[in-house]
């Protein structure tokens, strides 16, 4: 069992401004293990933002095209924590935004953004950008 939860980051900040979201992991992460960051704003989907993923062989990130070039995800494996750094922010980011792992099995490369092969997630954090 893998217990998510958003320890920082949200907030409200004007566009171009930046914020920076962490999510601690605990529990027993083993074998490949995925994390990422998904968001919701009212009325839409969930759509993920970012994704890291950590193996033996080493460690991969994958980005919505909406978000790639301004935000960045890491991974710090001794705290077990995964980060996003977002910068310029736009309106348009205002959302809820959730931290999603999942561990010991792999994904398909095409689909590591999508919601449902994640199986643990945190309570969310509110990210409001004003214009």
């Known amino acids: 069992q893998v217990h998510l939860v958003e320890e920082s980051g949200g907030g409200s900040v004007q566009a171009g401004g930046s914020l920076t979201l962490a999510c601690a992991a605990s529990?027993?992460?083993?074998?490949?293990?995925?994390m990422a960051w998904f968001r919701q704003a009212p009325g839409k989907e969930r759509e993920g933002v970012a994704a890291?993923?950590?193996?033996?062989?080493?460690?991969?990130?994958d980005y919505a095209p909406s978000v790639r070039g301004r935000f960045t995800i890491s991974q710090d494996n001794a705290k077990n924590t995964v980060y996003l750094q977002m910068d310029s922010l736009k309106p348009e980011d205002t959302a809820m935004y959730y931290c999603?792992?999942?561990?010991?099995?792999?994904?398909?490369?095409?689909?590591?953004?999508?919601?449902?092969?994640?199986?643990?997630w945190g309570q969310g954090t509110q990210v409001t950008v004003s214009s």
């Open positions: 999603a792992a999942k561990t010991g099995s792999w994904i398909p490369e095409a689909w590591t953004l999508r919601a449902n092969e994640y199986n643990y």
């Open positions: 890291i993923m950590t193996s033996g062989r080493g460690r991969s990130t």
């Open positions: 529990g027993y992460l083993y074998g490949t293990t995925y």
